[in-house]
């Protein structure tokens, strides 16, 4: 057949496919409307069928909405003559017959696996290109000419889907790639849920598309094993979340909490970061020891016995009735606060003995529940029980650490040296850094939650929460009074990832994190807290840590966690990156840790980078807008970063906005940046996305050479990851000497 009639055929197939989506849209719509307008009766049970029900429905609407573009990307022949449909959803007729194939089932293997060498038992795979409902064009690879008859030899088409989806504009926000997953991506997406999975990959070569794919096919695949408890995901930074958010959407899944290392700690959200030298030792494992020692040194003991009146009495606390009252608290094995009832049960217990002797009895006896109340009234028993045994909150206990020399003195001594104590000093109630959030949550663990009213004992909530967890079977994971206890007075449709969000001792099913080279000891210690099955995709590249170190590998980053039961898995071919920027780069990096493993690019690219140098900042300030307009009218509709050191960043932002050629421009900085055509990041907020042109200023800035060891190590990862963002076109402003130089021609 020509291509014209190839294309008619497959909008025949097409239009029937979304006939079947809208026939589902208004019958789950009119379900759903039902649901929601149903009078139920006052029973508890009844309710929360209807809430099961609602959201039931609501999911299904969501998927159904998410798959309108791209429905069907693919099919695949089989040698045996049957033919199967690949798309985002799976769609059956009314008469249950299969009319669309979901990319993660089993049959769709392979539409990503099958080569000629070895196709599977298929003649043929073809990638369905749509724009809307419409097809715009076919193309064929063929894997067994054997299996396909003559027509079917006479209508193959088009050179395959991959090229043609590198070479689309960006758009601003990131796209799945389930017609264009690749062979080694698609063995990894699809390997099995237990255990921890490492993915190394360079820039480009589809980490981040593997990460937030393996996390819907996980969804798909063990829906009854981790739908209820959600999935995990952690991304650098808030650019990069609002970069992938529609993602997951896209593919049918709405299960997933999506969070930075600055928020996974409900009620704290922080971007802020350490200096390099103080981030190191708060990430450090060591820092679980301080903050053991800093919660203990809140249950004290005093110097000498103490005298407290209880209205016309006194009576003595004895420092050892204290001493032995703290160890059985200790002994109780409960959060600090959780404890205190154990210690002050312990201490009352002794004082109601002091107070009935001070009365002429022998002990407290049958009036212990009268002598308690007298000694619960006294100011003196309050005040000495509360010196010795401090209800705590994580944010005070950090705070008096860092901020008191004497008592961080205290919880460091021989822990710590003392250049790495000095380096945690900071002034009294500082703003939470996201180094901080690791050491809040295990301040969260070592001193448990504040003491909150209980759920009475046949309250409504508990009731309903019986019912629920009855009838869905959840005893296993959360008991009915935990849960009328969590949501008492909350609405009860509201999702799972919601509730995760902002439950912090919710364990979720499955842990991903992408750009996993950043994490330190400690906030891993968090995650896999989070995750205690240790059920994790950690995606990253050990030469784009912001402090890059030749000599660390993941099992050295992992061992403390889960020793060496980890798999390991590489991504060697960069599809984003062309070869003229990628091998310059890797140049770069080669020269620096001649160790790692660098990907390689699969297209060469039509621009050759350029390098425009400057006699001074002044001089590379006003060139600055120049090129970003050049850049900008070059990319024709797509998007342009401007990466920027930290340093120079109100330089930068001063140059673009008070210039004429970039005054009118849609550019963004922060978070927002990924919404304007002109997005100005720093490295850090650019790690993980990807641009059609990409400007690069001062790279002497981003990894400066240390004046004592002549070296710009720690900070080349950082300089990589801006080389390595565009998918086209790069030019890089330098005013001094940089690493670069050798490796980079040089321009005007």
Known sequence: MSEPRERAHEQTQIDTLYRR???????????????????????????????????????????????????????????????T????????????????????????????RATAAQPAGLARRRHIATRGRTVTGVEDDVLDLSGLSEDAQAGLQGEGALMA?????????????????????????????????????GPGTGKTAVALHRAAYLLYRHRDRIAKSGVLLVGPSPVFLKYIERVLPSLGETGAVLLTPGQLVPGVETTLHDAPRTARVKGDLRMAEVMRRMVRSYQRVPDADQELQVGPHRIVLRAADVRAARERARRADKPHNEARAVFAGAVLRTLADALARAQGAEA?????????????????????????????TPLGVLDALLSKPHRLAEATRSVLT??????????????????????????????????????????????????????????????????????????PAVSIAERAAEDREWTFGHLVVDEAQELSPMQLRLLF???????????????????????????????????????????????????????????LLRAHFPGLALPEAVREGEHAPEVIRREDVHALFAQLPRTVAAEARAAGTGRIAVIVPPALMELAEHALTEHASTRDEDLGWGP??????????????????????????EPAAIAPVDPESGSAEEHVGDLYVALTRSTSRLAILSAQPSVLDEHFAGGE
């Open 21 to 83: 989506l809208d026939e589902l849209r208004a019958e789950t719509a009119a379900s759903l409307a039902t649901v929601r307008r149903a009078q139920v009766g006052g029973h508890h049970q009844n309710r929360s069928e209807r809430d099961a029900f609602a959201t039931l429905y609501e999911d299904a609407l969501i998927r159904y909405q998410s798959a309108e573009e791209g429905l069907c990307f693919g099919r695949i022949d089989a040698v045996s003559g049957e033919t």
């Open 85 to 112: 449909y690949i798309g985002r959803i799976g769609l059956s007729a009314a008469d249950r017959s299969q009319l669309l194939m979901d990319w993660r089932a089993p049959a769709s293997e392979p539409f990503y």
């Open 165 to 201: 989806a590198l070479g689309a504009r960006r758009t601003g926000r990131m796209g799945d790639i389930v017609a264009t997953i690749q062979g080694e991506q698609d063995q990894i997406i699809r390997q099995d849920m237990t255990g921890t999975l490492v993915v190394q990959g």
């Open 364 to 392: 407290a006896g049958e009036r212990l529940p009268e002598l308690t109340d007298d000694l619960r009234a006294s100011r003196d028993v309050r005040v000495a029980v509360n010196l010795c045994w401090l209800p705590l």
């Open 418 to 491: 003392d250049n790495e104590a000095e380096a945690l000093l900071r002034p009294a109630r500082s703003a939470v850094t996201v180094e901080d959030v690791p050491l809040l949550d295990e301040l969260a663990e070592l001193i448990g939650a504040p003491e909150a009213g209980s759920v009475p004992a046949e309250s409504p909530e508990l009731e309903y929460a019986r019912d629920v967890t009855e009838m869905m079977g959840t005893d296993a994971m959360v008991s009915a009074e935990q849960l009328a206890a969590r949501y008492a007075g909350a609405d």
């Open 529 to 587: 807290r989070r995750v205690p099955s240790k059920s994790a995709t950690l995606v990253g590249d050990l030469a784009q840590a912001a402090a890059t170190d030749a000599s660390r590998t993941w099992a050295q980053i992992l061992e403390p966690h889960m020793g060496d039961r980890f798999r390991l898995e590489q991504l060697s071919v960069s599809y984003r990156t062309p070869a003229s920027i990628m091998g310059p780069a890797n140049a």
């Open 672 to 697: 927002q940046a990924i919404d304007h055509r002109i997005a100005v990041l720093t490295p850090y907020e650019a790690k993980g996305l990807e641009f059609d042109g990409v400007v690069v200023v």
